[in-house]
């Protein structure tokens, strides 16, 4: 019994051994093969793969640097123009867009000869001294600024008018390859005033060697429009940002060449409005004059009695309310 258990112990033991001696035979022939494959492709795939995870996170870190550098851009942007707003113009700066190389005193100096002008009619033409006072303080506050308010607005039309062209310019320079400091030195010898001279006093700050970053703004707060507050902004993502600078500023005429299509637009749907209340703010005052032709005696009573006075000053001031009104309402802002 003991000798019939030891023959099958060892008969499953030489089954064991020649299967365990074929299976390694079979691993030792064919397994290299399969191993050396698999991991070849494995390491090529994980190569792969980590170059891809890393451009992945190199284009997404350089555009979070990016959105960063820019909001960075537009956030001081905008606080410039806060503090522009918040400090009142001064007359000098109005002076300036104006185009009018006189200094305040000197504007100071044609106000008050203006306004002795405007007394002295007033005093010649048999008017009481408070009367003539205060038409001497209209010549002297009111008729020079407004003056002075008409001039600036003119300019101001003048080079958002020419504005566009000047950035085609800039576009087509950039396009064949110039430089962007060549381009705007074209641009201040290739256009009309006032963009001319205000693009040469651009050129001419930078040569004097401050970056352009800092000098683009600085035709915002001499012409304190929002065309030129577009092209600082795109001029400087572009500049310190990065990318396309033709295509944005072809992007930025186009959106400039629209804002004054719309704007011709609404003044020739606002033509009618603006003409009835010019005839309505005029009526008054041909209506008194035809009376005075008519019935001097009539009309002069509100010059010379004190009741007339008063009536005159409460006319004046519902017209003056009158008139804001309707500016208010016929003027729009794009």
């Known amino acids: 019994m003991d000798f019939i258990n030891s023959d099958l112990i060892f008969a499953v033991a030489l089954v064991l051994l020649v299967v365990f001696a074929v299976l390694g035979i079979a691993w030792g022939l064919f397994y290299p093969r399969l191993s050396k494959n698999y991991s070849r492709d494995q390491r090529i795939q994980a190569v792969s793969m980590s170059r891809i995870q ?91 600024h407004f003056w002075l308010a008409r001039k600036r607005k003119n300019r101001m039309k003048k080079f958002i008018a020419e504005f566009p062209n000047a950035v085609d310019v800039i576009v087509r320079g950039i396009k064949t390859g110039l430089p962007l400091t060549d381009c705007l030195l074209i641009a201040a010898s290739e256009t009309a005033e006032p963009v001319r001279s205000e693009f ?57 060449r629209s804002r004054a299509q719309m704007k011709e637009k609404v003044a020739a749907l606002s033509a009618e409005a603006k003409a009835s209340a010019a005839i309505i703010g005029a009526m008054p005052f041909i209506i008194g004059f035809l009376t005075y032709l008519s019935q001097k005696d009539l009309i002069m009573v509100l010059f010379q009695e004190t009741l007339g006075h008063m009536l005159l000053g409460g006319a004046l001031v519902w017209m003056g309310i009158g008139v804001v009104v309707m500016k208010t309402m016929i003027n729009f802002d794009i």
């Open 54 to 144: 890393m451009a992945d996170k190199r284009s997404k870190s350089a555009s979070v640097d990016r959105r960063k550098d820019i909001e960075a851009n537009l956030k001081q942007m905008e606080d410039l123009q806060k503090k522009g707003k918040e400090r009142k113009q001064s007359l000098k700066a109005r002076l300036r867009q104006a185009g009018l190389s006189i200094t305040p005193k000197q504007f100071w100096l044609y106000s008050a000869v203006s306004g002795l002008a405007f007394f002295l009619i007033a005093l010649v033409s048999n008017t009481s001294m408070i009367i003539s006072a205060g038409i001497g303080i209209v010549g002297f506050l009111g008729v020079p």
């Open 200 to 256: 040469k006093r651009l050129v001419d700050e930078q040569a004097m060697g401050l970056p352009l970053t800092k000098v683009v703004p600085r035709l915002h707060q001499r012409v304190p429009l929002p065309e030129t507050n577009f092209f600082a902004i795109v001029i400087t993502v572009q500049v310190q940002a990065g990318g396309s600078l033709s295509e944005a500023l072809g992007n930025l005429s186009r959106v400039l």
